[in-house]
Every structure is written in C-alpha cells, then in structure tokens.
C-alpha cells in the first residue's frame, strides 16, 4: 500500500506541477489531492518501517531505522530508510516558504525511487516477486513517465505531441508585458527555471524580473506563466491594456 500510495503521489506531485490537470481540477483541488496522497504515504511508510521493531525472526534494531547499514544492517533496507528519510524531508519543508523549498522538495523524487528500489528488492529476498510483478510495473510506469517528461524542456515536449505549442504569431514576433502578483507568488524557481533571463531570484528572497522583456523571450515567458503553480505571473501582449 505505502508503494502504490507513494507511485501515486509521484505522479499528481508532477501533474500539479506542472499544471497538466488544471483542466480537469483547479489549482487548488489538485494541490490539495497531492497533499492528501503524499500524507498517506508517508504514515503508511512510516507504519511501514516501525513494523520492522516488531518481526519476531531478526527485528531490526531502532536505530538502525534512522542510521542505514550499521549493525549488519541490508542494502535494501538502507535504501527504504534513506528513500523515507528524504520524504520526510520534502514533506517537512513543503510548507516553507523559503525559496530553497523547490530543491528540498525535488528530493522528494530521489526518496520515491529509492523507496520503489526497496521494494523490489523486499520482494525480491521474500520470493514475492511472481506474484507482485505485475501490479508493481502497473503503477511503477506511469511514475516514471510522468517524472522523466516533468524535467523534459518544453520545446521538446511540444515536439513530440505531449503539450500544445503557443498559437503562432503572425508577421513579426510581438513583444509580452510580464506582471507578478507578489502576494501569491512563493519563489518556487519554477519561473527562473523556464526563463532565467526574465526572471531571477535574488538570494535574500526577492524575485527580481523583466517586466517587458525581449520578443525573443516570450515562449519562454509564457512557459514560466503555465507552470507557476501559485499562477502568479501574468503575462499580456505588449500592446494590450494592463
């Protein structure tokens, strides 16, 4: 169950993100469902690892569930251990609003891949793998996927058809007029990411942009305007009225 509920957390974090199932819920729905999935998943992990005190053939001991491969501890172990630490990690500081809490939180893929590496492995020293397989790859896919195409560029996912390219602009590329409401916007790097010569975060936290960048920059603008999840930015055509 930890393992279904942490596949499934992975992929609406990545849908939330990057604002794909806006469509279907709005912002707040969606993030609220990722919350909800992500929760679950940490307390049936956790649940998960404190089970381990309790075997009664080779329990393992309570600091081995914090300190990996001490005490003749196992390579598939340290791999849950480290994949739920990191979690935790992620979970703790989702609510920060430090602009470090978009590099904390990517952690939170590392610790979904280990913890899927833990898994199978489990399965693996148990003899469980023939019957689990199946439904293990079912929800391991879709995870993958989803997080592959999450740090795909943009250009290149609308060359293969996963998104849709801007309408096009006919005779010369107009230039945008860019606006932030600082109110929502929470410096996720999301923006700075996707268009680095318009937007920037300073290092004492302030988001410093291009309020009319160059007409070169506007798909990329517009590509930092899809995926702010606060959907703080707004971006308008140079000529209309703000």
Avoid: K
């Avoid at 390579?75 to 994949?83: F, I, K, P, S, T």
């Avoid at 891949?113 to 929800?139: D, E, F, N, P, Q």
């Avoid at 929502?184 to 290092?203: E, G, K, M, N, S």
């Amino acid at each position: 169950m930890a393992y279904v509920a942490m596949c499934l957390a992975a992929c609406w974090g990545v849908l939330t993100a990057t604002g794909w199932v806006r469509r279907i819920a709005g912002r707040a729905a969606s993030r609220a469902a990722h919350q909800v999935l992500a929760t679950f998943a940490v307390v049936l992990a956790g649940v998960h690892a404190v089970s381990f005190l309790l075997l009664h053939n080779g329990p393992l001991a309570a600091y081995q569930l914090v300190v990996p491969l001490v005490g003749g501890g196992e390579v598939r172990h340290a791999l849950g251990v480290v994949g739920l630490e990191l979690v935790l990690a992620a979970s703790v500081t989702a609510a920060s609003l430090h602009r470090d809490w978009l590099r904390l939180h990517r952690l939170a893929y590392v610790g979904v891949w280990l913890g899927a590496m833990h898994a199978w492995l489990g399965a693996s020293a148990s003899g469980h793998v023939a019957v689990v397989w199946l439904g293990g790859i079912t929800v391991l896919m879709p995870a993958v996927t989803l997080t592959v195409l999450r740090f795909l560029p943009p250009r290149l996912l609308v060359r293969v058809g996963v998104v849709e390219a801007d309408p096009p602009v006919p005779d010369e590329p107009a230039g945008v007029r860019v606006a932030v409401d600082h109110d929502r916007c929470r410096h996720y790097l999301l923006c700075q990411a996707q268009a680095p010569r318009v937007f920037r975060v300073l290092d004492d936290g302030r988001l410093r942009y291009a309020r009319n960048p160059d007409a070169d920059q506007a798909a990329q603008v517009r590509a930092a305007e899809r995926v702010c999840p606060m959907r703080a930015i707004r971006v308008d055509a140079a000529g209309a009225r703000p």
